[in-house]
């Protein structure tokens, strides 16, 4: 009897020992999701991500959080990657045709995208550039988003759960303009653009603003042509340094748009500038959108060349189409003396 236990207890150890050297040997092969568990965490190593990506680079740590959560990244692309989108980056007028089906004579400094629907469909681009914007539009990106940005998120927004009533591992991805939404929380999009060329004075695009409210975040990454010699262009972050910085009402800014020649939507003297982003060749800048992502896009001088860029962005399904909804029917309205901003407080 105490012949056959020992056998047993031997039997045992060895078969112990055999699993815990299999499970060490899986491990140095390749990483558990304990392993990947630990190196999301650690933030001092940057987790694996696809290559293409523009946050192929990127770490938690990089996240700053004043005035609100963003990224700032010099050659955000690899060299490789970079100068063969650069070289295939479609021309101002290849911009205009695709974007409006026919050539036309644009203002100067106006902003002109060409949505990823209209990319991923092009036979213009490169295949470069249908791979970078397929990638950028894929649930595999939001996930890289979410890996870096998810405790700001969380902080700033109030988390997914917040916004959509569900945890960001089920939240369902698709690509704006691009098949049916009905099933889609978050709409992805990659717009290659341009501000068209200043003639004259200098010109600003946009005064201290915020996006759409149904934008959860977004990302410049720009592509500025080396001969390029114009000044201006940048992006500026500002935070409020009053009580409330309540914006213009929409007769307001009417009135100083045609007054000043650019938008805009608060008054500038409530605000603190807290930094200034170049307009510079594989610069990228991504942040959380929300109620004080207050920016603004600094004055261009006199250029032939276009203001070029990247716009990757992700906005809420439901909420782009409630806003749409409710805008319609408040520009039908006579009385014009209300603030965008209340578009997207939808009850």
């Known amino acids: ?7 047993f207890v031997i ?5 112990v020992l055999f699993v815990q050297l299999s499970f060490q040997l899986y491990l140095n092969k390749r990483p558990s999701d304990v392993q990947s568990l630990h190196l999301l965490l650690n933030k001092s190593n940057t987790p694996r991500r696809n290559p293409i990506s523009i946050l192929n680079k990127v770490t938690r740590e ?13 050659n955000a692309l690899q060299p490789s990657l970079y100068k063969a989108l650069e070289r295939g980056y479609p021309t101002y007028q290849e911009i205009i045709r695709t974007r409006f089906g ?4 644009i203002s100067p400094n106006v902003r002109i995208d060409v949505p990823a629907a209209a ?41 997914f759960e917040s916004l959509y009533g569900k945890i960001h591992e089920h939240i369902q991805t698709g690509v704006r303009g691009l098949g049916s939404t009905k099933y889609t929380d978050l709409l992805l999009d990659a717009q290659i653009g341009i501000n068209t060329p200043v003639v004259g004075d200098p010109s600003r695009v946009r005064g201290i603003h915020i996006d759409n409210c149904q934008e959860v975040f977004a990302a410049l990454l720009y592509f500025r042509d080396s ?3 114009s000044e201006g262009g940048e992006l500026e972050l500002y935070e409020c340094i009053q009580t409330e910085c309540s914006e213009y009402s929409m007769s307001e800014r009417d009135f100083l748009s ?12 409530k605000f603190k500038k807290v930094d200034t982003i170049p307009y510079e060749p594989n610069q990228l800048v991504l942040f959380i959108n929300g109620p004080h992502s207050f920016h603004a896009v600094t004055p261009r001088t006199k250029s032939s060349y276009p203001r070029r860029l990247v716009n990757i962005l992700g906005e809420g399904s439901l909420a782009t189409q409630m806003a749409n909804k409710k805008r319609k029917q408040m520009k039908r309205m006579r009385n014009r003396n209300y603030q965008l901003s209340k578009i997207c407080n939808i009850s």
């Open 62 to 74: 990089d996240v700053r959080l004043h005035p609100f959560p963003h990224i700032v990244i010099k």
């Open 102 to 105: 026919k050539d036309m004579k």
């Open 258 to 269: 045609k007054k000043l020649g650019w938008d805009v939507q608060y008054d500038e003297t």
């Open 227 to 229: 001969s390029d010699q």
């Open 119 to 159: 990319v991923l469909n092009s036979k213009i681009l490169s295949q470069e550039w249908h791979k970078f914007v397929k990638f950028h539009t894929s649930n595999t990106f939001f996930k890289e988003i979410i890996d870096v940005f998810e405790e700001a998120i969380g902080l700033y927004l109030g988390g």
């Open 11 to 15: 039997t045992a150890l060895i078969f």
């Open 1 to 7: 009897m105490k012949g056959a236990l020992r056998k």
